[in-house]
């Protein structure tokens, strides 16, 4: 199974930027599509950003269309969550995810251990 370690998470006041990023352990998450979730206290894990094996199609929650962007660097194993206009109610854990297939439309094969971010006001 794929070792995913998310990094990058912290405090930071509303109206600012942060980015997070994930290494995976292996190479061969360049032939799968990744995604970022989130899990604010009390509520459910939601979809935030996904994006296809090839980085060509990305998708985004409507929450955060125009603020985030995700990004990948199949060649360093790596994939980032560009954090623009944070909001206080994007304060949650931010969960790196690698799909079984191509499409972030397909299902989450391994998951991360989360990194927190917290957006004060």
Request: charged share 20%; with cysteine; net charge positive.
């Amino acid at each position: 199974q794929v070792q995913l370690v998310e990094s990058g998470g912290g405090l930071v006041q509303a109206g600012g930027s942060l980015r997070v990023s994930c290494g995976a352990s292996q190479r061969v998450i360049s032939l799968y599509a990744m995604g970022w979730f989130r899990q604010a206290p009390g509520k459910e894990r939601e979809f935030v950003a996904g994006i296809t094996s090839s980085g060509r199609e990305k998708k985004y929650a409507e929450s955060v269309k125009g603020r985030f962007t995700i990004s990948r660097d199949n060649a360093k194993n790596t994939m980032s969550l560009e954090m623009n206009y944070l909001k206080p109610e994007d304060t949650a854990t931010y969960y790196c995810a690698v799909y079984r297939g191509l499409s972030p439309n397909s299902e989450v094969g391994s998951w991360g251990r989360g990194t927190q971010v917290t957006v004060f006001s």
